[in-house]
């Protein structure tokens, strides 16, 4: 039996062409900013990583292997988007008419990238095993075994393992079928699976869920209505920027007819955008998030266009001229040599020309990044060069809080380049076209090894008094009477409100390791906001964040029923 059995020839044609045009794209587009994040990423193997699980990592560090370059990254992303497109056409079973099945798959933009382009993107093995998995439940409907068990298993963890978007999947297929949680083939699936998990889950507990936290929490915002109307329109567009309202339209056309593969289509069609409005309305949601459901959407729309000879006429009207416009704008991405309009190309633009132009002006000092967690991967990949990320109090956690790599820019002297939108007055502009500004630093000093306690709070006056305890985690002395003037300060809202630093509060110039300080420092009540969490950290002067240690509201309420006595 053929693995794609209804795939003819020419079919293949069209998937070699799409294959060529991708490593084409591959081989003369800089790395997207996400993609050198994630190269990172590999160059750290780990059963996870803060914004994602560890498969992105994996296939990237097994392609590089084969090649360091674009390509080389991309290359395990190509195989399997070419898989999906294979699978995807295999699905659709269209033997006549290949030209508007071509206009329909490309009409789809997420196509061009996340589904079956070329780049590295956690999406990529999501659409594939999502894909792939819901071919093999189909064949689990019909003809359940212990064998069909593994590979759902194993395909499941594959899309866990990829993104955590995976769970929305299987969880919308499970409630399409109660059933299954009676079918003792199904509980197979479910242990072969959790065992397969279960490094990656040791990882999560090991460094307190900081996935989870993050995007279930950190990113959560007040109530809004900012996003809802956003995402309504952006997952429009990203079904067809012309044709979106045909693909909804005509979805309501089909027909479950009691079959629970169908079912489960529906489900999860419907559950994703469902879940993801309500969503919307606590956080933004990136057009892409829907990209796991897309290859179901085409799934369950085609045979309604297709079959209907005025609706395929006037999707080939409005999606062919968005189909050019794709093909204009890829190339666009990939030619260097055409200057970059507005903003348009700043994630991939000149990205190796970029990072040179740091380095010869750095003259050979540590290449330092202030708030962009996509540039240190940018300038160790092409300039071959390893570099620091530092952060402000207000800037958006990632990986490098969980890597110490930082530490060992310690007494370094760094060539810090600092974004305009943390600086306006930022001039220099790079060779990608963003702005920044340079400062250096004779000698760098990290904090993020120094573990913050409180011991006790209470008011004392109009200030409330925290009783800090600071650690050294490191083995290297923490030199409190230095030139980076290592301070502690609180937050609120992630802005700073006030600092002090150590030296002052505990006269003392070295921190030895595992050497504890305790001291008190006091946060006046005017300055802040008794009903909301506050945050007190260390930083350096170059307002590069240490470690943070949250005071909730409910130890600020209890601090102010145990008043001290204030001093007559």
């Not at 590999?42 to 990237?60: E, K, N, Q, R, V």
């Not at 659709?92 to 508007?100: A, I, P, V, W």
């Not at 994703?272 to 956080?283: D, K």
């Not at 300039?383 to 530092?390: F, R, S, T």
Request: glycine fraction near 4%; charge should be positive.
């Amino acid at each position: 039996m053929r693995l794609f059995s209804n795939l003819e020839k020419k079919h293949y044609f069209l998937i070699i062409g799409w294959v060529i045009i991708n490593i084409l794209q591959s081989i003369f587009t800089d790395l997207h900013s996400d993609e050198s994040y994630y190269w990172l990423y590999s160059t750290h193997l780990s059963w996870g990583f803060f914004d994602h699980p560890p498969m992105t990592a994996f296939l990237i560090y097994m392609g590089t292997l084969i090649s360091y370059s674009e390509l080389g990254v991309r290359l395990l992303f190509l195989v399997l988007s070419t898989l999906t497109l294979a699978a995807l056409l295999n699905e659709l079973n269209e033997k006549k008419d290949l030209l508007f099945l071509s206009i329909f798959a490309l009409s789809f933009p997420l196509l061009h990238t996340h589904i079956a382009g070329f780049l590295a993107l956690p999406d990529t093995p999501l659409v594939f095993f999502t894909l792939l998995f819901f071919l093999t439940y189909k064949k689990f409907l019909k003809s359940p075994s212990f064998l069909l068990s593994g590979a759902l298993a194993m395909i499941a963890a594959a899309m866990i393992y990829s993104k955590y978007h995976a769970f929305l999947v299987l969880g919308f297929v499970v409630l399409s079928n109660l059933k299954l949680l009676k079918n003792k083939y199904f509980w197979t699936t479910i242990i072969i699976a959790i065992v397969l998990l279960i490094p990656h889950i040791l990882w999560q507990f090991e460094n307190e869920f900081p996935t989870f936290r993050y995007h279930l929490f950190e990113r959560t915002k007040p109530l809004q209505f900012k996003y809802f109307f956003d995402n309504l329109i952006s997952q429009v567009l990203v079904a067809g920027p012309l044709t979106g309202v045909i693909v909804f339209y005509h979805l309501k056309k089909f027909r479950i007819q009691n079959d629970p593969y169908k079912r489960a289509l529906v489900f999860n069609i419907i559950g994703f955008y469902a879940f993801l409005t309500i969503m919307s309305f606590w956080n933004r949601i990136e057009a892409h998030y829907t990209v796991a459901i897309t290859p179901l959407l085409m799934i369950a729309s085609y045979p309604i266009i297709s079959n209907n000879e005025k609706t395929k006429k006037w999707f080939k009207r409005l999606s062919v001229p968005i189909i050019v416009l794709f093909f204009m704008l890829r190339f666009y991405m990939a030619a260097d040599f055409i200057p970059n309009v507005g903003a348009l190309k700043l994630g991939f633009a000149n990205r190796e020309s970029t990072s040179i132009q740091i380095q010869e002006l750095a003259k050979g000092k540590t290449v330092a990044f202030f708030n962009n967690y996509a540039s240190p991967g940018m300038y160790e990949f092409y300039a071959k060069e390893k570099c620091l990320h530092l952060a402000t109090i207000d800037y958006r956690f990632s990986q490098f809080d969980l890597w110490d790599d930082v530490l060992n820019g310690n007494n370094d002297s760094l060539f810090i380049v600092i974004p305009s939108r943390l600086d306006p007055t930022a001039t220099s502009v790079l060779k990608n076209g963003k702005k920044v500004k340079y400062k250096s630093t004779p000698s760098f000093q990290s904090l993020k090894k120094t573990a913050i306690k409180c011991n006790n709070l209470t008011q004392k006056g109009s200030v409330i008094v925290t009783d800090i305890e600071l650690v050294n985690n490191s083995d290297k002395n923490l030199f409190l009477e230095h030139e980076t003037m290592p301070s502690i300060a609180f937050a609120q809202d992630k802005k700073e409100i006030q600092s002090s630093t150590l030296f002052e509060l505990t006269n003392k110039k070295i921190l030895e390791p595992n050497e504890h300080i305790a001291f008190s420092f006091e946060i006046p009540m005017e300055s802040v906001d008794l009903n909301q969490q506050i945050v007190i950290f260390t930083k350096t002067n170059e307002n590069n964040r240490g470690t943070l240690l949250p005071i909730t509201t409910e130890q600020i309420q209890h601090a102010l029923s145990k008043q001290m006595p204030t001093q007559p």
